[in-house]
């Protein structure tokens, strides 16, 4: 099997860890253990559980807590997974067979760009409108979704934008896929991340066609512990499960205890606030920083996610202005390349104030040399 590199991923995992500044990331700063056992988890419990093999698609007790958040589920509609993207994969590997198109908007999370290339798919792309507050092209759309299209990926709300599809955009993508007999695939993994404008609907429920993944990465702000979910048909299920057993066989014990901590109603309603709160408190931070470049740069104002897409006014690659801000300021960005828009660099914000105020100095001292 050839695999494309995972370009973003590659770069984030190669500096991440190595620059001053990084401003590559894309949830909120992580809530800690000790903050989970403010919301009620059993630290004593875990020291005593034997760390054994746990149960390999979700335990019980967390797919009947995930049933809760997706109504007309039963446990057997859930599919517990080591974070959100190996729920992707574990659908596109159910999914798609050699010769198989796929759709996906851009920009995107590019994880269902390189997949179904390693399952010999074929990818078909429309692309989400900036100048039309990132509703998508119709024809594009129209002409990427057809009756040859196995599945359509979206992240909604969407990385990188911030943006979330309206009511109607919604059904329209759906009435398509059911007219295509296309497979709908909705990351919803920044669900619960908005800043205001109220919750994020799901497509779970539109329709028969739909599978949604999600996670603790993002909104809940965990994306150490690895738990994601895919909450699909019940056959497709069953197959991503098989899938499983050959991938990693299931989640960690650990992840499991600590996710039905955090899914509790209550606890997710504390952790979506306290991803609002932090994400609240840093948007003017970035908004004034971006308005001090005039006319270079045009802000984008997410309406959900901690990251912001900001388009520069020159013809410098993406790729390299990325490199000199690397380089020079030891600060990493995301470039527009590596989610499918070139000219655009995608910035984080969820960080604690004064990391963010210095990341986003240091990106300017390199942005500010293009003018
Ligand atoms: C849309 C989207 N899906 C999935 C992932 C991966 O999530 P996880 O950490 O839960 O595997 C990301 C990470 O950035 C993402 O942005």
Not at 117 to 125: G, I, P
Request: proline residues 6%; charged residues 25%.
């Amino acid at each position: 099997m050839r695999i494309p590199v995972f370009e973003m991923e590659r770069m984030q995992s190669t500096w991440e860890n190595l620059v001053d500044y990084d401003m590559s990331e894309s949830g909120v700063r992580p809530i800690t253990l000790r903050g989970l056992v403010e919301m009620g988890l059993d630290l004593d419990a875990a020291l005593d559980m034997p760390l054994g093999y746990s149960q390999s698609n979700g335990t019980l007790a967390l797919r009947e807590r995930l049933v809760a958040l997706y109504p007309g589920s039963t446990v057997d509609h859930v599919e517990v997974t080591n974070g959100t993207s190996e729920a992707n994969y574990l659908v596109a590997l159910s999914l798609l067979q050699p010769g198989d198109e796929m759709a996906m908007e851009l920009p995107n999370y590019m994880q269902l760009w390189g997949v179904p290339e390693s399952l010999q798919a074929k990818v078909r792309t429309f692309r989400l409108r900036p100048d039309r507050q990132w509703e998508p092209d119709w024809d594009e759309f129209e002409q990427a979704v057809t009756p040859r299209t196995r599945l359509l990926y979206l992240s909604n709300p969407n990385n990188p934008s911030g943006a979330v599809l309206s009511d109607d955009a919604m059904r329209r993508i759906v009435a398509r896929c059911e007219a295509t007999g296309t497979i709908v695939l909705a990351d919803e993994v920044y669900l619960g991340a908005e800043l205001d404008g109220g919750r994020t609907r799901s497509f779970w429920g539109m329709s028969d066609r739909v599978v949604v993944t999600s996670g603790l990465s993002k909104a809940y702000g965990i994306p150490g512990v690895r738990i994601g979910w895919i909450v699909g048909p019940k056959p497709l299920i069953g197959t991503c499960w098989s899938q499983h057993d050959y991938l990693t066989i299931g989640p960690n014990k650990l992840s499991d205890m600590v996710a039905r901590v955090a899914v509790a109603p209550d606890n997710r309603e504390t952790l979506y606030a306290r991803t609002r709160a932090i994400l609240g408190e840093n948007l003017p931070t970035i908004e004034r920083w971006a308005a001090g470049f005039g006319r270079l740069i045009e802000f984008n104002r997410p309406r959900a996610g901690a990251m912001t897409l900001v388009r520069y006014r020159s013809e410098v690659p993406s790729l390299d202005l990325c490199e000199r801000i690397r380089v020079e300021q030891s600060t990493l960005v995301v470039p527009g390349r590596h989610v499918g828009l070139e000219g655009y660099l995608r910035i984080w914000y969820g960080g604690r104030q004064e990391y963010i105020t210095e990341g986003l100095r240091r990106i300017g001292a390199v942005l500010s040399t293009l003018g």
